[in-house]
């Protein structure tokens, strides 16, 4: 069921941790929602952060229902509970990356926005910056892409290792890009500062014959997030945190071949913005999410066979 562009939607943000506020922020400030307010079982954390934006703390879970469209920040075990049950409820449902803790979890939840015709979205912010974006709408047949996302240590997210945390970006960038599912995935990967998986490396093939190299730490002395794709169409050197497309061509000339390389104009944008945007249209019927719940679950599979690799060895 589509709602008119005319009528303002009904929101909530359940979860007010680091990803909830901002989620909180942005749909709060837009003057095409209503918004209810938020709901998080840390009632200090929920008062924190509906008080410093001046919004509703709501009682229960059943309040949240509502809404016409809700975002889900909790902690990955309890979105399988938390979205399902506002799928039900009929509620449209954008839930964080990971979409679940398993692709069992993942796959009820899809059948549960198609039985009530609800968008059902996935948090993959990443997908939705605008450098990736322009970068995509360039290069077209990629061969070989690459992709660094460290980040030094923090005690947040230590609840997934670093593959789901922070990996799992690039691994849905790299099935976009692929079109396809992979043929082949190794990696290495070993815990430094916690139980979990800190540091990761893989390598992802494709039946096409295109190769992904990811790197994944979150252990690193510097702050590097950076995706560079070798393209029939030529080299693209895309910044995620700067926003910035750097592209080389190879040009014939009368005197030989030479490098053209060239500065990508790119529309600087929150992504986290661009990505409520995304899920506001489609919860109006003017478009199919950018990553549904079928893409959010194929990056979840990914994933896990990332991690199984890591452990076979």
Request: net charge negative; proline share 4%; glycine share 6%.
């Amino acid at each position: 069921m589509n709602i008119s562009t005319d009528t303002p939607l009904k929101a909530a943000v359940v979860g007010t941790g680091h990803l909830g506020r901002h989620h909180v922020r942005i749909l709060s400030q837009r003057p095409d929602i209503d918004f209810l307010g938020a709901y998080d079982t840390n009632a200090e954390q929920l008062a924190a952060i509906t008080g410093e934006h001046g919004v509703e703390a709501l009682p229960s879970l059943e309040s949240v229902r509502e809404a016409d469209l809700v975002v889900v920040a909790t902690p990955t075990v309890a979105h399988r509970e938390v979205a399902g049950d506002l799928l039900a409820a009929g509620c449209h449902v954008m839930v964080e990356k990971p979409i679940t803790t398993t692709v069992a979890e993942a796959e009820e939840l899809i059948a549960l926005a198609d039985a009530n015709d609800r968008v059902l979205a996935v948090g993959h912010v990443e997908f939705h910056n605008p450098a990736v974006q322009a970068a995509l709408d360039l290069a077209g047949g990629v061969r070989y892409m690459e992709t660094q996302r460290l980040s030094p240590f923090t005690a947040r997210s230590v609840d997934v290792d670093v593959i789901l945390d922070l990996m799992i970006h690039d691994l849905q960038i790299t099935l976009a890009v692929a079109g396809e599912e992979p043929s082949d995935i190794r990696a290495v990967g070993v815990n430094v500062l916690t139980d979990k998986v800190d540091l990761c490396h893989a390598w992802v093939e494709f039946p096409s014959g295109l190769v992904a190299n990811l790197t994944a730490s979150r252990v690193s002395a510097e702050r590097i997030r950076k995706l560079r794709l070798f393209a029939n169409e030529g080299y693209f050197s895309i910044d995620y945190a700067e926003q910035t497309v750097q592209s080389a061509r190879l040009v014939q000339s009368e005197t030989g071949a030479d490098i053209k390389p060239r500065l990508v104009e790119v529309e600087s944008q929150e992504p986290l913005g661009a990505e409520i945007d995304a899920f506001v249209r489609a919860c109006r019927g003017q478009k199919s999410p950018m990553v549904d719940g079928r893409t959010g679950a194929a990056a979840l599979a990914a994933a896990i066979k990332v991690r199984e690799s890591v452990e076979a060895r």
